[in-house]
């Protein structure tokens, strides 16, 4: 291949030296077509290949690839041919050679065949516009492996961003996400930008017309902002957005960290917020701090409440006292049964309520077909019902997690009393829980416990004493009746007993 320094030889010895093309061929070595060439050609000389280069391995289906890869222009985005996929289809067809070859080949024929866009700079006006996606990132939550969806909201002319984790991407996620954006904010932009995400858009129509989800609908008017949506299967209408996911990841949640519960995830992510604001975005010529300076005082303040983000539905309670939701069964109190209620599902909570009075609340499973139970809904029906305290599941489920003195109380009044009789006790002592904080509970057991008599009336009277220290009982003032001051000090004569019992004529 000649080389810029021999090009400059050859132009040299016939532009300076006057050397003719044929002298100068003889005397470096070159054919005179490559003196030529150079001579006439002032830039540097490259090379170009003229011919393909033999592909013994590869060369068979060369051409089975190129069809695939014109295939994937009629195919949905998703169900396209991978190198990797078509890799594998050669291989079964005899091809032994490497993956990585493969995917060189293929990606020269996407390169070929591919138009490149071309895009225009985008400029925003304060307080305007933000942009809203979701993304997926892996973490450990309470031990286990968890993918969590990430909800971002940015600011598009201060590039000021949100980021908060929840366990899917439902509506009520969707809708909570905005609320403790806008909260983190101060208030709200005049519009949003969105993919065609289901939780908002139920259909689209022709252009940039979408026909929005009801509940969305009254959630932009309660906090009134506008709505704008790219074009299907066009994230680069808001790039900016789409570009913060890739950075939470790889800055906030980088090497999967491990956390207790989602709320000390986002409490994490919300501090990553906080201190990214002293960045500077690529091409900006200010912090996003210095930014959000200027944009903060032209946004939207927020309405006086804020809208419940939640999936609200009708259910009826089964013979079981549970409530069914999402195939997930949750508990309701026994009194309660066959009633129909409401149920409000939260991102991380569920409530059942009757007409106003909330009934119950529970921790929201985003598992299929678990029971969740709350044992103390079930406590005045097993004190109806003391045969079934042995199989009952809630108890069962109480019993693998509740506080070992539990079982010293359950074992001390079965010594003392009857089968049926001790566990009706027991039961009534397990239902201080409903009134009375658990761990204040479980402390006037241990202290009755150590009295030696463990009942009902001695294990409240322990509660009380313990979360009223001060509250001591009345003394009397019997400095008005002096011959008052002495009763109950005097020596005790058991024959009064006698008398009473006997009458004054029995005698010994």
């Not at 031990?143 to 984790?165: D, I, M, N």
């Not at 913060?244 to 906030?252: A, E, H, I, L, S």
């Not at 929201?364 to 103390?376: K, N, V």
Request: aromatic fraction near 10%.
């Amino acid at each position: 291949m000649l080389t810029v320094a021999d090009q400059y030889r050859i132009r040299k010895a016939y532009y300076t030296e006057k050397q003719s093309q044929r002298a100068i061929a003889r005397a470096l070595g070159y054919s005179r077509n490559t003196v030529k060439k150079a001579i006439a050609q002032d830039e540097p000389f490259t090379y170009r290949q003229e011919q393909e280069r033999p592909a013994p391995v590869l060369g068979p289906y060369k051409a089975q690839l190129q069809a695939w890869v014109e295939a994937n222009r009629g195919l949905p985005r998703k169900q396209r041919y991978t190198a990797h996929k078509m890799y594998e289809l050669i291989r079964e067809q005899g091809y032994a050679g490497a993956e990585s070859t493969v995917r060189y080949y293929v990606g020269q024929l996407r390169k070929a065949s591919g138009k490149q866009q071309v895009y225009i700079p985008l400029d925003y006006d304060a307080g305007v516009d933000m942009q809203m996606d979701w993304g997926e990132a892996v973490v450990k939550i309470g031990g286990e492996v968890t993918t969590v969806k990430l909800f971002v909201l940015r600011w598009c002319y201060s590039r000021k961003g949100f980021v908060a984790a929840y366990p899917s991407e439902k509506q009520e996620c969707f809708l909570d996400g905005h609320v403790r954006a806008f909260h983190y904010f101060g208030g709200t932009p005049q519009r949003i930008i969105y993919d065609n995400l289901k939780p908002a858009v139920l259909r689209i129509l022709q252009g940039r017309n979408r026909e929005e989800q009801a509940t969305f609908l009254a959630f932009r008017n309660h906090y009134v902002f506008e709505s704008r949506y790219c074009n299907p299967a066009s994230g680069h209408e808001k790039g900016g957005v789409e570009n913060d996911v890739g950075y939470v990841r790889r800055n906030f949640l980088a090497g999967c960290p491990a956390f207790a519960t989602y709320d000390d995830l986002n409490a994490h992510l919300l501090t990553q917020c906080q201190q990214t604001d002293q960045r500077t975005v690529h091409g900006q010529p200010h912090t996003v701090a210095e930014a959000w300076q200027v944009e903060s005082p032209t946004i939207h303040g927020l309405p006086a409440y804020d809208m419940a983000c939640c999936n609200a539905r009708e259910q009826k309670v089964n013979k079981y006292s549970q409530v069914l939701f999402e195939t997930n069964r949750y508990s309701v109190p026994t009194d309660q049964a066959y009633r129909t209620v409401t149920v409000r599902a939260y991102p991380f909570h569920l409530d059942i309520l009757y007409q106003d009075r909330i009934l119950a609340r529970h921790d929201r499973s985003y598992g299929r077909g678990q029971d969740i139970s709350d044992p103390l809904h079930y406590l005045p029906l097993l004190e109806q019902r003391p045969g079934a305290f042995e199989h009952a599941r809630p108890m069962r489920q109480l019993r693998q997690h509740w506080d070992p003195v539990y079982e010293q109380l359950l074992t001390h009044l079965q010594q003392r009393l009857t089968s049926t009789r001790a566990i009706r006790e027991f039961v009534r002592i397990l239902s201080l829980h409903r009134t009375y904080p658990p761990e204040a509970v479980t402390a006037a057991v241990h202290r009755a416990l150590a009295c030696g008599s463990a009942h009902l009336d001695n294990v409240t009277l322990c509660l009380h004493q313990a979360l009223n220290p001060d509250c001591l009982p009345p003394q009397l003032d019997l400095s008005a009746q002096p011959a008052l001051a002495q009763l109950g000090q005097q020596p005790i004569d058991l024959t009064v007993y006698d008398q009473f019992l006997w009458g004054e004529t029995h005698v010994d």
